[in-house]
């Protein structure tokens, strides 16, 4: 089956950048999608198609994907902004959803 | 707005069965598919199922194949997951999701959730 790999941890500064990266066998040949989930809330989507925001997501939020690795940005980050974060994907070979195992953002 | 209301989790002895419910609103339900994704306490997302906007093409996890299954009623704008043969490790908190139905399927929108604890 289709693994997601995403680092545990990541911590920035506020005002800083955040990366937060998805690693997958040609994940790029793929649409990936992120989720923030807050602490006793339900996700919500913030980037959808490697690159896309819904309504009402800031512009903070970017996303890419290339070869085996999707990376969620966050610009200027915020104290809001601490929070879980998963990426995922559809694999087509066994008709799937996929999450990765999730990324602790810390706000220092 | 879109709102998706689950409902139905409980706290029930392993071997034994429930049905989940998630009533939808403030969007065309025939027309979109739905998943359900669960979450154990302290883990990480688990996608457990997803049915087209129809109820004719459905898929299961490999964890929850031939025990779980998914279902909708469109007339009552419901989604449903049939859980029998419960197992501890089925305990989480059970979302249901709105599809984005255009293009590689996503969770578009997410109800809050009910909890189902399988224990003894």
């Known amino acids: 089956s289709y693994v997601l790999t995403q680092p545990p941890s990541v911590s920035v500064a506020p005002g800083q950048t955040a990366r937060i990266t998805c690693g997958g066998n040609n994940i790029g040949r793929k649409s990936v999608h992120w989720y923030q989930q807050k602490p006793g809330q339900a996700p919500i989507l913030v980037v959808y198609d490697n690159g896309d925001r819904p309504s009402g997501i800031p512009e903070r939020f970017s996303g890419s994907n290339s070869g085996n690795t999707a990376t969620l940005t966050i610009s200027r980050v915020e104290a809001g902004d601490e929070a879980d974060y998963y990426c995922q994907v559809w694999d087509d070979y066994s008709d799937h959803v996929v999450f990765g195992g999730g990324t602790k953002l810390t706000v220092l | 707005q879109v709102q998706l209301v689950e409902s139905g989790g409980n706290v029930v002895q392993p071997g034994t069965s429930l049905r989940l419910s998630c009533v939808a609103s403030?969007?065309?339900?025939?027309?979109?598919?739905m998943h359900w994704v669960r979450q154990a306490p302290g883990k990480g997302l688990e996608w457990v199922a997803l049915?087209?906007?129809?109820?004719?093409?459905?898929y299961h996890a490999d964890s929850v194949k031939g025990r779980f299954t998914i279902s909708r009623d469109n007339a009552k704008n419901t989604l449903y997951l049939q859980m029998i043969s419960l197992r501890s490790e089925d305990t989480a908190v059970y979302y249901c999701?709105?599809?984005?139905?255009?293009?590689?399927?996503?969770?578009?929108?997410w109800g809050q959730g009910t909890l189902v604890t399988v224990s003894s």
């Open positions: 403030g969007f065309s339900f025939t027309t979109h598919g």
């Open positions: 999701a709105k599809d984005n139905s255009i293009g590689w399927p996503h969770c578009e929108n």
């Open positions: 049915i087209s906007y129809d109820g004719r093409n459905k």
